[in-house]
């Protein structure tokens, strides 16, 4: 079974396109995530989802969105796609995301290219 | 501001040793964690260090020196399984955490 789990694995759109990612994890962890790495292979946090609050990088544009249907998905919804979107996007999942030793478990990546 | 400096990249070779190392500076500190990111894979879990010294597990270890932010990821006997790129994060006085950009390590045989 896998325990974080993010489709589509790969997604080509046009600029301007809106698109959304779906990630689900059934570990029963509270706290869900989503990361941006870029070409630079840099790791960047765009959200953090637990049943208490988000907690949005503020360097992240409005047009990215995360919605929770429930603890155990955190959809990422992106409106007027644009050229500098183009990266492989991470979902993860921590069981407690306000405790140091918060290992994360991460999805396989969704690769977006945005044309 | 927060920064985590890491080597680019490493070449070693296959049955021999190899240290990577990570200096931080960061906004408090609740513990550093190395993962390991195959090519076109996601990032595993490692390791993770909250007090000063080593903590080994298995071919891998890493140590932590907080007095001078600092860690390193040791890892023996290599295999070219683990040709893979080991990323260093820290996790903040908010509990968030800071990641390196990674060291691509190449093994040889």
């Known amino acids: 079974d896998t325990a974080v789990s993010q489709t589509p694995k790969y997604l080509v759109t046009q600029m301007g396109n809106d698109k959304s990612i779906k990630c689900e994890q059934n570990?029963?962890?509270?706290?869900m995530y989503w990361y941006k790495q870029d070409s630079k292979k840099f790791l960047k946090i765009m959200f953090s989802?637990?049943?208490?609050?988000?907690?949005i990088n503020e360097t992240v544009p409005n047009r990215f969105s995360p919605k929770s249907p429930d603890k155990a998905h955190l959809n990422l919804h992106i409106n007027s796609l644009e050229l500098g979107d183009s990266a492989v996007y991470f979902c993860a999942s921590s069981q407690d995301g306000s405790s140091g030793a918060n290992v994360l478990t991460f999805g396989a990546g969704s690769r977006l290219t945005v044309l | 501001g927060q920064n985590i400096d890491q080597p680019t990249e490493m070449t070693a070779t296959e049955g021999a040793i190899v240290q990577i190392n990570c200096t931080y500076q960061t906004s408090g500190f609740n513990g550093l964690f190395w993962y390991q990111q195959h090519a076109g894979e996601a990032p595993t879990f490692l390791s993770y260090?909250?007090l000063d010294g080593l903590e080994e597990k298995g071919r891998f270890s890493s140590f932590l020196s907080r007095s001078k932010g600092y860690s390193y990821l040791l890892l023996k006997e290599l295999q070219m399984k683990d040709s893979a790129s080991y990323l260093c994060a820290v996790m903040d006085s908010n509990y968030q955490l800071i990641w390196g950009a990674g060291t691509k390590l190449i093994i040889k045989p």
């Open positions: 260090n909250v």
């Open positions: 989802y637990n049943n208490k609050e988000l907690i």
């Open positions: 570990l029963g962890h509270d706290t």
